[in-house]
Structure formats: structure tokens, C-alpha cells
């Protein structure tokens, strides 16, 4: 059963709202070889969604989309790029969450004619470092969980098919967005950027071949070797020159 603060928070003042618009959040992380995806545990329900919120009048879709990711998961990211929207006539039907809200007693009558209503939503793509992030979920849900993209729970509505077209995003734009310096820590592996490349990619990649092409073009840093095991099998850590990596991505960086 929901507290009245929970009825209250993110639906309060539909008349703010503008109708039938929304707004879902694709946050990528890295860890262990693989990306992985944030979504929200619905509080009292076995449901997982994409983080996702609603439009105010007086915002534009950039503004709501970094409002709804701040308080929905208390995240504030550097990185963040409108990159789909979905307009198909069933995507709001989900029996589950309506099951859901009927038995929370979440919602009142007025919002829940509101919230049956077709809403087309714009998709936004953020890149976060995981081990920076200090998640906060907001009171309708129990916590935040992140999922490897590639074992997804079965989410709410058509949030899986979000998921999968910004990974087509990433792949299609891999040359142009801030993919390394946005995932990894400030010392990194040259394994750690080459396998978020493979993984975006779907495929091996060579590991001398990339490290002569990715070195070539300057904006690594080297350190000392990561201090694992034996000193000759330590990798060197390294970290972005951030102004050259930049002006790279602006251009499409062409060593894939």
C-alpha cells in the first residue's frame, strides 16, 4: 500500500501537465565487459520500467527529460541526447501496471482516466560512469536495479524496445558521441574501451590492431601499469585528453 506522499509526487497537478507526452530514459552504464541499463522496481509489484516521467507546460523536452531523471533517480549526467520516439497505438497498454495501480490504490480517479490515455513518448539516451552514481529512487519505487543489457527483465510497456533502439543509436552514431569518456573511470584499461567498442558493435575486434589505431590519434594518456599479478603481465591504465578526444568526437572518431 502506498503512503499519501507516493500518491502525490510525480502525478500531482496533471493540469501542469501537457497531455498525452512522455518522456523515457535509456541509462547506460559499464561494468564487467558489458553495458548495462537503470531501470526503477516499482514499489509493492515484481515490475521493472525505464525511468520516465511526464512534460510540464512551461518546459521544453530537454528540461524534462533532466527533471525527470533527477528525480526519479537522483541523478544530474553530463551526457544526455534525444534519440527516438515511440507513437505506436498499444505502447501504453500493459496489463500488469494497470493491475498494479487498481491494487496499490496508487492513483485518484481523475488521474487515472489521465494516465489511460495513448501517450507517444521521446526517448533520451544518458551515458554514466556506475561506480559515480548515487542512485535515489523517488517514492514510487522500491529501488533502482541495474540489468546487463543483453539479460533484460521483461520491462513495462515497450521499454525493452527502447532499449534495443538505443543500442542501434550507439552503433549507428558510435563514431560521434562521447562513448569512452562518458563510461569509463578517470584511469582505465585499453581491454576496458575495447570491449565497450565490441560489445556496442557485436563483434571481436583485434586487439594490436586497435590499440596502434586508438593510439595513433592522441588522445590517450598513458600511466603507470595497473599493479595486478605479475609486473610483466600488468596493464597500463590510461586517461583521456579531454580537449583533443572532444574535437575528435566532433568530427566522428574514425579508427573503428
Not at 516521467?53 to 534525444?82: I, M, P, S
Request: glycine share 6%; charged share 25%.
Amino acid at each position: 500500500m502506498m503512503n499519501n506522499d507516493a500518491k502525490t509526487s510525480s502525478l500531482a497537478h496533471i493540469e501542469n501537465l501537457i497531455p498525452s507526452l512522455s518522456i523515457d530514459c535509456v541509462i547506460v552504464g559499464f561494468k564487467n565487459q558489458e553495458l548495462h541499463v537503470l531501470t526503477m522496481k516499482l514499489k509493492g509489484a515484481d515490475l521493472n520500467a525505464l525511468p520516465g516521467g511526464f512534460v510540464r507546460h512551461h518546459e521544453n523536452l530537454d528540461q524534462a527529460a533532466l527533471r525527470t531523471l533527477k528525480e526519479r533517480t537522483g541523478l544530474t549526467v553530463t551526457f544526455l541526447e534525444q534519440f527516438y520516439t515511440f507513437s505506436d497505438v498499444n505502447r501504453g497498454k500493459d496489463k500488469r501496471i494497470e493491475q498494479h495501480l487498481n491494487k496499490a490504490n496508487l492513483l485518484t480517479p481523475g488521474t487515472k482516466i489521465w494516465m489511460q490515455q495513448r501517450f507517444i513518448s521521446t526517448a533520451y539516451l544518458a551515458l554514466v560512469e556506475m561506480n559515480q552514481c548515487d542512485l535515489k529512487p523517488d517514492l514510487l519505487s522500491e529501488k533502482c536495479e541495474w540489468y546487463p543489457m543483453n539479460n533484460l527483465p521483461h520491462l513495462l510497456f515497450d521499454h525493452n524496445t527502447i532499449i534495443t533502439k538505443a543500442l542501434e543509436h550507439l552503433k549507428v552514431k558510435i563514431r560521434y558521441l562521447p562513448i569512452g569518456i562518458a563510461l569509463l573511470p578517470h584511469k582505465f584499461t585499453m581491454k576496458e574501451i575495447q570491449s565497450i567498442y565490441e560489445f556496442i558493435l557485436n563483434k571481436k575486434l583485434d586487439r594490436a590492431n586497435f590499440q596502434k589505431k586508438i593510439l595513433r590519434l592522441g588522445f590517450l594518456i598513458r600511466h603507470e601499469k595497473q599493479l595486478s599479478g605479475g609486473a610483466h603481465k600488468a596493464p597500463y591504465l590510461y586517461s583521456f585528453d579531454r580537449k583533443k578526444y572532444n574535437l575528435l568526437v566532433e568530427n566522428g572518431i574514425g579508427f573503428i
